[in-house]
């Protein structure tokens, strides 16, 4: 059994190998598209933008309905909720340990829960387990880490903020008026039907834009600059949310016996750099503007390390 076996791991690590090498690719294209004047500075902004209005609703509208919601489902959509809870507990108390700035541990509680699930994650997901599992990385991305961000992100960036107050009204309009949000609404009402073939295609064809635009526009931001006096808080940080979460997640599965692909994608999604738009987030709330882009950067390269390890664990 364990030959047979064999020759479709090593298939599927060849698989999984090549997707990588070609996430790196694009992500090394777009460090050296902002090198060249040909592209504007607001380059990056732009293709995030056309992802989240066109590619990632196409592939919410695509893949969601191919899910078979089932009590393990919950998993994904629950397990961005727990790593929150840790993340937080662990800030504050290194946070009231090494007395860092109100600045700083703000920009912290901003960044680490938050996982780059969508734009890093989906491309990810997919190239370590292929076209199948992105509907579950799908649900902790819209159910998981864009509610935190949107509930729990505004509280973060109203107390530690230059300025501002939690807006009800406010959360609630962002949510539901996001377009990933509403394509997943849309993606579950149509469950009962079968899409058109033209409308198949198209959708097919749009998701595909997804990785190329995203990976490139990431390269396009990257950035490592840091001051000595950061690297305390940043150290802690990575470790927490590239090392500490995504093994207390995998612990958690393994205790509970949630094996299979949701559980996996659980745990990797849990293992996903910082999040770009909360390290924009940061900045513009007047939060330590150098952490906050060092974080989202430096996470982005190491997690092209520690992905693959976690993903020998499972």
């Not at 056309?50 to 397990?79: D, G, I, R, W």
């Not at 469950?191 to 198949?200: G, H, I, N, S």
């Not at 979460?245 to 999604?269: F, K, Q, W, Y």
């Not at 900045?283 to 993903?311: K, N, Q, R």
Request: with cysteine.
């Amino acid at each position: 059994m364990m030959n047979a076996r064999t020759p479709g791991k090593r298939s599927r690590r060849k698989v999984v190998v090549e997707n990588f090498i070609l996430i790196g690719v694009f992500l090394i294209l777009g460090m050296l598209f902002r090198r060249l004047k040909a592209f504007p500075r607001d380059s990056a902004q732009v293709l995030n933008i056309f992802v989240v209005y066109v590619s990632l609703p196409a592939l919410v509208l695509l893949k969601v309905p191919q899910l078979n919601f089932t009590h393990e489902v919950l998993v994904a959509a629950c397990m961005p909720w727990g790593m929150l809870l840790l993340s937080v507990v662990l800030l504050l108390l290194a946070a009231r340990m090494f007395h860092w700035s109100r600045s700083v541990t703000g920009v912290l509680l901003l960044i680490v829960p938050l996982g780059n699930t969508s734009f890093m994650g989906v491309p990810m997901i997919q190239a370590f387990y292929g076209n199948e599992a992105i509907p579950y990385a799908l649900i902790y991305d819209q159910l998981g880490s864009f509610m935190v961000l949107s509930t729990y992100g505004s509280v973060i960036l109203a107390l530690y903020g230059r300025e501002g107050s939690v807006n009800v009204a406010g959360v609630a309009k962002r949510v539901l008026l996001f377009p990933p949000f509403l394509a997943l609404l849309v993606a579950l009402a149509s469950r009962p039907f079968a899409y058109p073939p033209v409308l198949l295609h198209s959708l097919e064809n749009i998701a595909t834009t997804l990785t190329p635009l995203v990976m490139v526009a990431i390269g396009f931001q990257l950035n490592l600059r840091l001051r000595p006096g950061l690297l305390a808080p940043l150290s802690y940080g990575m470790a927490v949310k590239l090392l500490v979460a995504p093994l207390t997640a995998l612990l958690i599965c393994r205790v509970l016996n949630l094996h299979g692909m949701v559980a996996d994608v659980s745990v990797l999604e849990a293992g996903m750099p910082p999040m770009v738009t909360a390290g924009a987030l940061a900045v513009t709330a007047g939060l330590d503007a150098e952490l906050s882009v060092a974080m989202v950067g430096l996470g982005i390269f190491l997690s092209f390390g520690t992905l693959p390890l976690i993903y020998l664990l499972l």
